[in-house]
């Protein structure tokens, strides 16, 4: 088991910036690949980037890109979603989710394992 506790989430402006924790306990942290998602209301929840076991790999979805930057610390247990220029449309629950398998694909949620109850984030115009 893996427990997930994800931190950070508030209220913002348009254009500010948050950076959402997420805190692991149970199994060897540094054996999950970490992955973010989020869900906004009445929509399905959406990839928005991951990390490979030892923080060398990235992905990103494209509405992301170039202003979110997940990170982590293997040593801390826990992984980080640095996002920048925030907007409206970034308004949604953030969940983070731990991933044992080694699978190429890292953006569909079914191949996450563990996941933390999630945060919320609102980003006001």
């Known amino acids: 088991q893996v427990q997930l506790v994800e931190s950070g989430g508030g209220l913002v402006q348009a254009g500010d910036s948050l950076r959402l924790s997420c805190a692991a306990s149970?199994?060897?942290?540094?054996?999950?690949?970490m992955g973010w998602f989020r869900q906004a209301p009445a929509k399905e929840r959406e990839f928005v980037a991951s990390?490979?076991?030892?923080?060398?790999?990235?992905y990103y979805a494209d509405s992301v890109k170039g202003r979110f930057t997940i990170s982590r610390d293997n040593a801390k247990v826990t992984v980080y979603l640095q996002m920048n220029s925030l907007k409206p449309e970034d308004t949604a629950v953030y969940y983070c989710?731990?991933?044992?398998?080694?699978?190429?694909?890292?953006?569909?949620?079914?191949?996450?394992?563990?996941w933390g109850q999630g945060t919320q984030v609102t980003v006001s115009s």
């Open positions: 149970g199994r060897t942290f540094s054996g999950y690949a």
């Open positions: 989710a731990a991933k044992y398998r080694t699978t190429a694909q890292t953006m569909d949620e079914i191949l996450y394992d563990y």
């Open positions: 990390i490979s076991r030892g923080g060398t790999y990235t």
